[in-house]
């Protein structure tokens, strides 16, 4: 009786938990994304201008140690325009016959160029913050791309009284850290300029890195829906062919 007990009580926690979960994730502004639904597909020119707003902006501070250049081949770029963005950045290389390490221009199998040493380095140029690596930010957490956008679009003056630490920054939507984050607001209007003519606004930026970064967490989603459907057709059809089965086997029997 006491073990039931406990185990309706576990169960009452946990969903609980989840309620309040739901109710924290339903406080970010809800953005329509090309690719949410099981028909859903990444739109490349939006992960085209993301990847320029990570470029351009985000990797200054955050790697994405988990991509190499050749997977941008996802995005839509062109082999000529990868080996242009991997030819654009010196990454280390070595030892060479001297047994000295060197730099050279970045090739298409190598990983997106990371822009701290280690990990001691990029906390002392951000008064001992760690950015964070984005590769699996939009799976790591609740939100996904949702949160990413509300995060960067989040920045705003602090209540009256609101007691803000040095170096921090107020941000509506950073609760886990009592609405005060280290990272400065990353984005400004104009910070890129997009290929395509698209205004680049803030909250289009916060939209376009947000998809970028759902693309880096999962490239393979295009791919998963197609087969996905693909099942689903088969096995409409398949039940189809049974049941006429079915109804002729036994179309005799009263």
């Not at 990990?119 to 791309?145: V, W």
Request: net charge negative; proline share 6%; aromatic share 10%.
């Amino acid at each position: 009786m006491m073990r039931k007990i406990g185990l309706l009580g576990a169960v009452v926690v946990l969903l609980a938990m989840g309620g309040n979960a739901v109710a924290a994730e339903g406080e970010l502004p809800r953005q329509e994304w090309s690719f949410n639904s099981i028909f859903g597909t990444y739109d490349e020119a939006a992960l085209q201008r993301g990847f320029l707003v990570y470029k351009d902006v985000c990797s200054a501070c955050h790697s994405m140690n988990l991509l190499s250049y050749r997977h941008l081949s996802g995005t839509g770029l062109s082999e000529d325009q990868i080996k242009a963005v991997a030819a654009s950045v010196q990454v280390p290389d070595g030892p060479n016959d001297e047994g000295e390490m060197f730099e050279r221009a970045g090739l298409q199998s190598d990983r997106f160029k990371a822009p701290f040493p280690n990990e001691q380095a990029a906390r002392a140029a951000n008064n001992g913050a760690y950015p964070p690596d984005l590769s699996l930010m939009a799976k790591a957490r609740p939100g996904g791309p949702d949160y990413i956008y509300a995060i960067l679009t989040g920045y705003e003056e602090p209540p009256a009284g609101f007691q803000l630490n040095e170096g921090m920054s107020y941000n509506e939507y950073f609760a886990v850290s009592a609405n005060q984050i280290a990272m400065p607001p990353p984005l400004s209007d104009g910070a890129v300029t997009y290929a395509d003519g698209t205004e680049a606004t803030v909250p289009q930026m916060a939209r376009d890195v947000a998809a970028f970064l759902a693309w880096a967490a999962e490239p393979n989603l295009n791919e998963r829906h197609q087969i996905g459907v693909g099942v689903m057709l088969f096995l409409i059809v398949l039940t189809a062919c049974l049941y006429a089965v079915y109804r002729k086997v036994w179309a005799d029997v009263h």
